[in-house]
T-cell receptor, first 112, second 112 residues
Framework: QKEVEQDPGPLSVPEGAIVSLNCTYSNSAFQYFMWYRQYSRKGPELLMYTYSSGNKEDGRFTAQVDKSSKYISLFIRDSQPSDSATYLCAMSPMEYGNKLVFGAGTILRVKS | DAGVTQSPTHLIKTRGQQVTLRCSPK?????VSWYQQALGQGPQFIFQ???????QRGNFPDRFSGHQFPNYSSELNVNALLLGDSALYLC???????????FGPGTRLLVL
């Protein structure tokens, strides 16, 4: 069983839709959670980062962490075609700069 | 402000050869981590360098080695290349372990 599970998709939505991306994990030691966006043939780009449980909002993006369920989510409001990319969740037991454990990534396609 | 840079962008090698990949961290960062990303997978942690020492290592064989220079730049060396080493190799930098990691564009390695 992988430490971090993420549905690979692809997830296809119309422009303007609300997108929900999710990851589950098995290691209860994870405390630092991140979402990266990766365009084709590019390196991952940091979108959001949160510590422990709760919500964090930044523009059209909201990150949620539910440590009791070992479940994290990224919501994208008013999705745009430029949001089409692979979204990777990542987590670490000790600080953001430590070894990151990634999910396999979810491919998102936003249709105009 | 220059971000993380990596060279070369692409590389083709044959089985049994050796390869060296290079990374320059984001300005002000002193910690460099290397990840391997196979097609359709999330990045896998190889190792991390801080103050010219390997501080953490993932589940990779000794064929994978690295180095960090006094200016914080880093090299990843892979010996006795296997077909399975074909992947995107990503470098990420951070300020010690406390801060989030920023990724470079990666080096795409193909082993024939």
């Amino acid at each position: 069983q992988k430490e971090v599970e993420q549905d690979p998709g692809p997830l296809s939505v119309p422009e303007g839709a609300i997108v929900s991306l999710n990851c589950t994990y098995s290691n209860s030691a994870f405390q630092y959670f991140m979402w990266y966006r990766q365009y084709s043939r590019k390196g991952p780009e940091l979108l959001m980062y949160t510590y422990s449980s709760g919500n964090k909002e930044d523009g059209r993006f909201t990150a949620q962490v539910d440590k009791s369920s070992k479940y994290i989510s990224l919501f994208i409001r008013d999705s745009q075609p430029s949001d089409s990319a692979t979204y990777l969740c990542a987590m670490s037991p000790m600080e953001y700069g430590n070894k990151l454990v990634f999910g396999a990534g979810t491919i998102l396609r936003v249709k105009s | 402000d220059a971000g993380v840079t990596q060279s070369p962008t692409h590389l083709i090698k044959t089985r049994g050869q050796q390869v060296t990949l290079r990374c320059s961290p984001k300005s002000g960062h002193d910690t460099v981590s290397w990840y391997q990303q196979a097609l359709g997978q999330g990045p896998q942690f190889i190792f991390q360098y801080y103050e010219e020492e390997e501080r953490q290592r993932g589940n990779f064989p000794d064929r994978f080695s690295g180095h960090q220079f006094p200016n914080y730049s880093s090299e990843l060396n892979v010996n006795a290349l296997l077909l399975g080493d074909s992947a995107l190799y990503l470098c990420a930098s951070s300020l010690d372990r406390k801060e989030t990691q920023y990724f470079g564009p990666g080096t795409r390695l193909l082993v024939l």
